[in-house]
């Protein structure tokens, strides 16, 4: 049975940082695409960065994905924080090798963490 529990979500000041933790078990973490998607209110859901199987991280602006294969672990940095960066923050797991932007492409989400960017 597939799992991606989130943590690290929080009350961060702007300008600050946080580190997400997405823990996957169920299957061949190494094997598959994964990706950060998020959520804010009224919303529509949108895609963070991703990163690729075979890879050890991804950088999309202030935010850098990276992976312990050996530990099923998939990471979220986020520097710099703003406002706007408020939202619950979900990782999901590709169907392939690769990511995309695209929701389709993902078979599995966790159960999302909130981050809340306030001063």
């Known amino acids: 049975q597939v799992e991606l529990v989130e943590s690290g979500g929080g009350l961060v000041q702007p300008g600050g940082s946080l580190r997400l933790s997405c823990a996957a078990s169920g299957f061949t973490f190494g094997n598959y695409g994964m990706g950060w998607f998020r959520q804010a209110p009224g919303k529509e859901r949108e895609l963070v960065v991703g990163?690729?199987?075979t890879a050890r991280a991804s950088v999309k602006g202030r935010f850098t994905t990276s992976r312990d294969n050996a530990k099923n672990t998939l990471y979220l940095q986020m520097n710099n924080l703003q406002l706007e960066d408020t939202a619950v923050y979900y990782c999901?797991?590709?169907?392939?090798?690769?990511?995309?932007?695209?929701?389709?492409?993902?078979?599995?989400w966790g159960q999302g963490t909130q981050v809340t960017v306030s001063s």
């Open positions: 999901a797991k590709s169907r392939v090798l690769g990511w995309s932007p695209r929701f389709d492409a993902y078979d599995y």
């Open positions: 990163i690729s199987s």
